[in-house]
């Protein structure tokens, strides 16, 4: 989310052009903020000015369909989407302090 789109997809290129085959990456992204709720915009826009003001502003949203469709296009296989209700279940399930994925985050794993 901090960097551009066209240095993220130059990273995938470069990951699979000089990566051994069966390699796997898994980043974490963020959704457009255009495809949530209203009231999860609101926070959004609000994390957003907080995280900007701090120097490090989000430059990239990625739809998950697309961004498994650039990846496939990249030569990338076994593409999965981790949805932040997976995230949650998978690495958070239990927790006392409520400590959670936001709607925004998702992860996506790919197999060179």
Not at 5 to 25: K, V
Not at 75 to 84: A, E, L, M, R, V
């Amino acid at each position: 989310m901090y960097l551009t789109r066209e240095t993220i997809m130059a990273t995938m290129d470069y990951i699979f052009s000089s990566t051994s085959p069966g390699s796997e990456i898994v980043f974490d992204y963020v959704v457009p903020p255009s495809s949530q709720k209203f009231l999860h915009r609101l926070v959004f826009k609000l994390i957003s000015r907080k995280v900007s003001r701090a120097g490090e502003p989000w430059k990239s949203f990625f739809d998950p369909d697309s961004l498994m469709m650039d990846l496939k296009a990249a030569g990338f296989s076994n593409i999965k989407n981790i949805d932040p209700e997976t995230i949650n279940a998978l690495f958070f399930r239990g927790r006392t302090d409520k400590l959670a994925v936001g709607n925004f985050g998702h992860l996506m794993k790919a197999v060179v």
